[in-house]
C-alpha cells in the first residue's frame, strides 16, 4: 500500500506516477475528479456544438464544426480510458447526463457547481446563433489551451501523456473558432451582435478559471496535479484574446 507522506513527497520532489496502483486514496479522488472535469466537458461542449452544425453558414464550415465534434468526443474518450483503469464505469458514463442540456441564457453561476456532472459551468449555457458558437469556441477554446498547458506537466503520467497529445488538436479548435469570427465579420455579419456575444461568454469562460483558494486547488498542487491557479492562468488568456479581440475591433468587457 502506498504511503501517504512518501507520495507527497515523491511527487512534490517531481516524480511521475505511472499506474492506479501507485497512488493513495485521497490522490485517487482528486485525479478523478479531475479526469471528469475534462471528461464531462468535452462531452457537453460536443454535444452542444452539435447543435450548431446546421447553424454554420456554408458547408466547409459545417464540415469543420463536425470535425471538432467528432475529436472532442475522441478526447472524452482517450481521457475515460483511463479513468476505467480506476474503476469507472464507462459503459454507463456516456449515458449518465443529458449532455446537450443548457440553462437559460439569463442564468449566470458564476463559479458556483450545480450538482450532478462535473461540466465547467461555461457549458451549461446555451448558444445562440452562428456567430455566438464561434466566439465561444474562439473564447473558451483558448481557455482551454492555457488550462490544458498547465495538466500536462501533473504528476500522473497516463493522463499527462494523453493531454499533451490531446492539446494540438484543442489549439487546432480554438484556432477555428477565431477563423471562423473573422470569417463571418468579414462576411459583413453585425458586429454589434459579436460584441454582444463577448460580452455575454467573456466573464462566463473567465470563471472556468475557478477561484484559485478552493480546498480542491489545494489538493491539487500539494499533489503536484496543478501548480497554477487563476492567479497565474487568467492572465494568460487575456493576454492571448485581448489582442486578437483588439484587431477585430471588439472590445474587452469590463
Request: charged share 25%.
Amino acid at each position: 500500500m502506498v504511503d501517504e507522506d512518501s507520495l507527497v513527497s515523491f511527487v512534490t520532489g517531481g516524480g511521475r506516477l505511472s499506474a492506479p496502483d501507485n497512488v493513495t486514496p485521497r490522490y485517487r479522488g482528486e485525479l478523478m475528479r479531475l479526469m471528469a472535469i475534462f471528461v464531462d466537458s468535452e462531452m457537453a461542449g460536443a454535444s452542444g456544438f452539435a447543435d450548431c452544425i446546421n447553424l454554420a453558414p456554408g458547408l466547409k464550415e459545417r464540415m469543420t464544426a463536425t470535425r471538432i465534434v467528432l475529436e472532442k468526443f475522441d478526447h472524452a474518450r482517450q481521457v475515460l480510458n483511463l479513468m476505467e483503469q480506476f474503476g469507472a464505469n464507462t459503459a454507463q458514463y456516456v449515458g449518465a447526463h443529458p449532455w446537450a442540456s443548457r440553462l437559460d441564457r439569463s442564468v449566470n453561476l458564476g463559479t458556483r457547481r450545480i450538482d450532478g456532472d462535473m461540466r465547467l459551468n461555461v457549458f451549461h449555457y446555451p448558444v445562440n446563433g452562428w456567430v455566438d458558437a464561434v466566439v465561444m469556441n474562439f473564447l473558451m477554446g483558448q481557455a482551454t489551451v492555457v488550462q490544458l498547458g498547465e495538466l500536462t506537466r501533473g504528476s500522473y503520467q497516463p493522463l499527462a501523456d494523453t493531454l499533451t497529445a490531446i492539446l494540438p488538436v484543442e489549439k487546432r479548435h480554438a484556432e477555428l473558432g477565431e477563423k471562423g469570427l473573422r470569417v463571418a465579420l468579414e462576411r459583413g455579419h453585425d458586429r454589434t451582435d459579436a460584441q454582444a456575444s463577448v460580452n455575454y461568454w467573456y466573464s462566463r469562460v473567465a470563471d472556468t478559471f475557478g477561484t484559485g483558494s478552493s480546498d480542491h486547488f489545494i489538493q491539487h498542487r500539494k499533489y503536484a496535479l496543478r501548480q497554477k491557479g487563476r492567479e497565474e492562468l487568467l492572465p494568460q488568456w487575456q493576454g492571448i484574446v485581448h489582442p486578437i479581440l483588439a484587431e477585430l475591433g471588439l472590445d474587452v468587457p469590463r
